[in-house]
């Protein structure tokens, strides 16, 4: 089980070495904005590292939604960050699961993420594999609840497609962390990657408000079996920079017995 942190973009390796991560998670571009992702100088070091990459797409995609000045330009994105992240060898490019708009159906935006790989298959298909991840908050989200999660993965079923499962989504979100991994594999038949945060705000609040490990609102044990279950990569996408971030890859291997 490899364990790593989301960092800055500016230097990935460099904070994987600070924290003694095996992994990590960054973004190619503004993560609030739409602008396509640069080259990187440090694509030939990325690919070659030991380090596992893994890319997280601008949270400003939203695939799902019928606003054509919203979707369309989502498509191109999540298509032009797939291409960036094969450049620096990602294993995975990760992406919110979107929502529809209130008093919209939840059917056309499952419809439309169909319609999304639809037109990467257009291209070719993605060049990496696409993670959807569960999100916390929104009575119209996408991969909120399991129920929806589950419609979407029937709208998905001509596509190949990996989920990520985020602890601190999932408990904000209202699904109860025991037995999560079996009722996510039940619907998705696979967890890729696991973001491992706690979280600030408590059961079925909706906030995304993510925590280090030993604090908030999950009891971290609970934490721990969720992460041992779905035996998956793991980031860590907790404050406290490097030191906080640290401290919470050294407490998951003392607990899940991994070493460095």
Not at 116 to 140: H, K, Q, W
Not at 233 to 248: F, K, L, N, S, Y
């Amino acid at each position: 089980m490899r364990i790593g942190a989301h960092v800055d973009q500016a230097d990935p390796l460099a904070e994987a070495a600070t924290r003694a991560a095996e992994a990590v998670q960054f973004f190619l571009s503004d993560p609030q904005g739409w602008k396509a992702p640069k080259p990187r100088e440090d694509a030939d070091r990325l690919r070659a590292a030991e380090v596992d990459v893994y890319v997280h797409a601008p949270y400003v995609i939203n695939v799902a939604t019928r606003n054509n000045r919203i979707r369309i330009p989502s498509r191109k994105l999540l298509l032009g960050h797939a291409t960036a992240a094969a450049q620096v060898g990602a294993r995975g490019l990760i992406v919110h699961g979107g929502h529809v708009n209130a008093g919209d159906d939840l059917a056309v935006g499952f419809d439309n993420w169909r319609k999304t790989f639809a037109y990467a298959a257009d291209s070719g298909g993605f060049p990496v594999p696409v993670l959807i991840e569960n999100t916390a908050g929104g009575d119209n989200a996408c991969a909120r609840r399991l129920d929806a999660l589950a419609r979407l993965w029937d709208a998905l079923g001509d596509y190949e497609v990996g989920f990520c499962l985020d602890t601190c989504h999932a408990y904000a979100g209202g699904e109860e962390l025991l037995d999560l991994v079996d009722r996510v594999k039940a619907i998705t038949g696979r967890i890729d990657l696991v973001h491992a945060n706690n979280s600030k705000g408590g059961f079925n609040s909706g906030q995304d408000r993510h925590d280090n490990l030993d604090g908030g609102t999950i009891d971290p044990e609970l934490l721990v079996a969720v992460i041992r279950a779905a035996d998956a990569p793991v980031i860590v996408e907790t404050p406290g920079g490097a030191t906080g971030q640290g401290a919470d890859i050294a407490f998951l291997r003392e607990q899940l017995g991994t070493g460095a």
